[in-house]
């Protein structure tokens, strides 16, 4: 058994995955929107918002969240976002884990401008 706590001064946190368990899939959160445009060239990437709100940019269209959704990013779809609200948390879950070095981020970088930005 693993139990993890969420820390409030930390914008992104437990991140658990076949590292350190026996999930098959990696978990983690995040207390605020972090600006930072990236695409996953092998990864499903599962948000499901908690509380608050947030606007995601995926690709060329900007999309608010707010607590009880859950967004599904597809390989290749670039992302970032854009903003959340002070009470803003998300669970985020990565499918499935790079089992060669599932340390190592599925994470690619990618210009602001491919994302309207």
Known sequence: MRVEHADSVSAKGWYVGPWNSDLEVS??????????????T??????????GHAQVRIEQMTVALSRGDIIVLDPGEAHTFLSSSPDYFHFVI????RQSNPEAPDKTPVPRDRLGL
């Open 27 to 40: 978990v983690g959160y995040a207390n605020e929107a972090i600006d930072e445009p990236h695409l996953h």
């Open 42 to 51: 092998n990864i499903i990437e599962i948000y499901l918002v908690a509380f």
């Open 94 to 97: 990565h499918t499935p884990i």
